[in-house]
């Protein structure tokens, strides 16, 4: 092998290692799909890529998160502690809401906010008691 | 391993006054009833062989609020609270988990970095278990659950979790399926700002690592909340209908999702697909025949009573649609009194077992509240049910069953609405425990390769079938990788020869337990087999 050949063939490795290594962040750099920039906005977030962004083939655009109420565990989080769950709706046979929960094992339960199931006439801010 | 001091024993004074007593008995038992506990095989024997089986309570209580369950491939179980929907342990920041060994029956306290209560979990191909998401916020009265985006991966040699990277989007109640690739999919579930996620995360078990999202083929399609996704012989997956918290999907509400190319094809026939939160779906044994069986469901929302329909779809027909299925028994309410005939259950636990069968237990009528007591066996066979004895333990929402190696089905947790949470253990003992069972005395080996045979000795009756049961990771009646693949048998000798499937998609590489069945349908206790 010539001196020429040492000294070059090595260089070509490193050259042709560089665009190994590189192709894959040149080829995305035009596509950031990191979580959503701007979802609170509504806006869809398809709409701030760069136009004709080179996203996979079969692959659509994105979409934004879908909202969830806060309510979406079925539970309503304006009576009791966290971990307890008044439902958001009772069963619809249920006509007695307190004695409902009682037989279930709550006791008087805190109410933050919203009173929409009526639990608490008197306003005291405490439900069932 | 942790320091013995970690270990604690559950009831042991009990145990071993108990052993005094059933001494004489239980060796001769036991070598007549593989698996079996002394005492029940005391109270079922031939003149009383429990046909609808036998639950024990056990003495103790699991220290940690097991939500989520994952079998290990040392046969113990791996129970994950975090912070156990309890919002003072989350605010203490004093996340909980614990390996159970039902042999022993002690546990082993797991340090837990992380509040990994609801998310998703499912083995990995070297026996390790990867954690994905989890609870980064609680809920309140105007804003739902956060999900993280962290990850771990626990290892049952040194019983710690190790993180990874994190996933791209937060995840709340994600989904976990794995791929015939030995990587993961997850879906679904709640993000760091509690909205649905639209994110498709994906691990590369060859890399150890969470892909970008631009290295992963994404359709973001919200997917729901712990989405039962299951991974079908061609290498897509079966978007069972079956979920957690409020309605289906749009559409007909179950739907294959080829995920290398981002289709969507809905799948018909599923009913009220809006009353299937927390249904149960299972690929029913054995996997080969690729049927789907959704059983019962609610809606936490419109909290009408949930339904005893189930419905089964053949994937391998040119044009899948769900058809209905027998009706869930009927069971009784907390008071005794007997269920309505529309009356059925979500919560549902679906367990596949070692002969082929479906155990199905647990549940309750109505958004954590009303336990049903209602347990059966169906048949995949015969299509039908037959009513088993029921778990004395209501076991509701955060409740969950699994098989154990033994052939027992071990049901742990209880959540409802109060806020209470029951941590006691129960375990069932099948009809198949109080008979003579066949034995595996030696195996040619235990690294098995795709479409190999396979040598197993064994001792007792005709071997006529064989399988490979995956372990159980569970939590909130999902557990899509559940699966049973049915092994090819050849009698030769004193022995069998068994013939692995050459389709990684019918099963994902991994543990398994291994059992086989007689001619007369009793099955083995497991032996651990490595495939792939």
């Known amino acids: 092998m010539s001196e020429v050949s040492r000294r070059v063939r090595p260089a070509i490795g490193i050259l042709a290692a560089a665009v190994l290594v590189c192709a894959p962040f040149l080829a995305s750099r035009w596509i950031d799909l990191e979580p959503a920039p701007v979802a609170d906005t509504g ?35 304006a009576y009791g502690e966290p971990h307890q769950c008044v439902p958001w709706n009772f069963p619809p046979d249920v006509t007695d809401k307190c004695a409902y929960l009682l037989e279930r094992g709550f006791g008087r339960l805190a109410v933050h906010g919203g009173d929409r199931h009526g639990l608490d006439p008197d306003h005291n801010g405490v439900a069932c008691g | 391993m942790l320091p013995s001091s970690r270990t604690t024993h559950g009831g042991r004074g009990r145990r071993l006054w108990r052993l005094s007593i059933l001494l004489a008995g239980a060796a001769l038992a036991t070598a007549m009833f593989p698996g079996a506990a002394p005492a029940e095989t005391a109270a079922c024997r031939a003149d009383n062989p429990c046909p609808t089986g036998l639950w024990r309570v056990l003495p103790y209580k699991a220290p940690v609020r097991g ?61 390790r278990i990867l954690v994905m998401g989890g609870t980064a916020a609680y809920t309140s009265a105007t804003a739902g659950y956060k999900g993280l985006r962290s990850s771990y991966i626990f290892d049952p040699e040194t019983n710690r979790y190790t993180r990874t990277n994190d996933m791209n989007d937060g995840h709340w109640y994600p989904s976990a399926t794995s791929l ?15 909205e649905g996620s639209v994110t498709a995360e994906y691990f590369s078990n060859a890399q150890q690592r969470w892909l970008k999202t631009n290295e992963i083929q994404q359709n973001w399609s919200f997917w729901g909340l712990y989405p039962s996704m299951i991974l079908l012989e061609d290498g897509k997956l079966f978007y069972t209908g ?10 007909t509400g179950a739907s294959i999702y080829d995920y290398p190319t981002g289709r969507i094809v809905d799948i018909p026939g599923l009913r009220d697909k809006d009353h299937r939160d927390q249904s149960m779906s299972v690929l029913l044994p054995p996997a ?11 809606n936490i929302i419109d909290n009408k009573d949930a339904n005893r329909l189930t419905d089964i779809v053949d994937l391998n027909e040119p044009n899948p649609t769900y058809k209905p299925g027998p009706d869930l028994p009927s069971g009784h309410n907390h008071d005794h009194t007997p269920q309505k005939p529309h009356q059925g259950k979500m919560y549902v636990s679906a367990v596949l077992l070692p002969d082929g069968k479906v155990f199905e237990t647990g549940g309750s009528l109505h958004n954590r509240a009303d336990s049903v007591f ?13 009513p088993m004895s029921t778990d004395p333990v209501e076991r509701g929402y955060h409740s969950s069953a699994f098989l154990l190696p033994d052939g027992r089905v071990m049901a742990v947790g209880h959540n409802p609405g109060d806020g209470s949470f029951d941590q006691r253990i129960s375990m069932f003992h099948p009809p198949y425990m109080f008979a003579p069972r066949p034995v595996i005395r030696k195996l040619g080996g235990t690294n098995w390769g795709y479409g190999s045979v396979q040598r197993a000795i064994t001792t007792g009756k005709r071997i006529t079938k064989a399988a490979l049961v995956r372990p159980a990771a569970v939590t909130h009646s999902s557990d899509p990788n559940q699966r049973y693949v049915a092994l090819d048998v050849k009698r030769r000798g004193g022995g069998v020869d068994l013939r692995v499937t050459d389709n990684p998609n019918l099963a994902p590489p991994g543990w398994y337990m291994l059992f086989v069945i007689d001619e007369d349908n009793q099955p083995s206790m497991a032996e651990w087999v490595k495939l792939g």
């Not at chain 2, 159970?100 to 340090?111: I, L, N, W």
């Open chain 1, 43 to 77: 806006e869809s977030v398809s709409a701030l890529l760069p136009v004709d962004p080179p996203i996979p083939r079969g692959v659509p655009q994105r979409s934004p998160a879908v909202k969830m109420p806060a309510y979406a565990d079925g539970c309503d989080h």
């Open chain 2, 67 to 127: 939500i989520h369950s994952v079998l290990l491939n040392n046969g113990k179980v791996l129970l994950i609270a975090g912070s156990g929907n309890d919002p003072d342990v989350f605010a203490a920041g004093t996340f909980s988990s614990s390996v159970y060994d039902p042999k022993t029956e002690t546990f082993t306290k797991v340090d837990t970095p992380e509040d990994l209560f609801c998310g998703g979990h499912t083995q990995l191909p070297d026996g």
């Open chain 2, 180 to 194: 015939g690739n030995g990587d993961v999919l997850s879906l679904g579930g709640l993000d760091a700002k509690s």
């Open chain 2, 242 to 251: 079956s979920h957690v918290f409020g309605n289906g999907l749009p559409g």
């Open chain 2, 288 to 298: 080969q025949d690729q049927r789907v069986m959704t059983m019962g469901g609610g």
């Open chain 2, 374 to 386: 209602e347990a059966s066996i169906y048949d995949p066979q015969t299509n039908r049910f037959t």
